[in-house]
């Protein structure tokens, strides 16, 4: 589900116009953090890195 959320991420960026900057990336990236911590897979979060392309 977190790599699902990754690329919708990627696909909505880039249909925006690659919109996604610093402040928003780093926004983003905790909350997917907080998410793979959650969800008890905290190894997910080095993947999320090789997931996005924002």
Same mark, same amino acid.
């Given at each position: 589900?977190?790599?699902?959320?990754?690329?919708?991420?990627?696909?909505?960026?880039?249909?925006?116009?690659?919109?996604?900057?610093?402040?928003?990336?780093?926004?983003? +990236? *905790? #909350?997917? =953090?907080?998410? %793979?911590?959650?969800?008890g897979?905290? +190894? *997910? #979060?080095? =993947?999320?890195? %090789?997931?996005?392309?924002?």
């Open positions: 589900m977190l790599k699902s959320l990754v690329q919708w991420f990627n696909t909505a960026d880039q249909a925006a116009g690659w919109v996604i900057e610093t402040e928003e990336r780093e926004d983003i +990236s *905790l #909350v997917l =953090e907080e998410l %793979a911590q959650v969800a897979h905290p +190894s *997910l #979060v080095m =993947e999320v890195d %090789a997931w996005r392309e924002w």
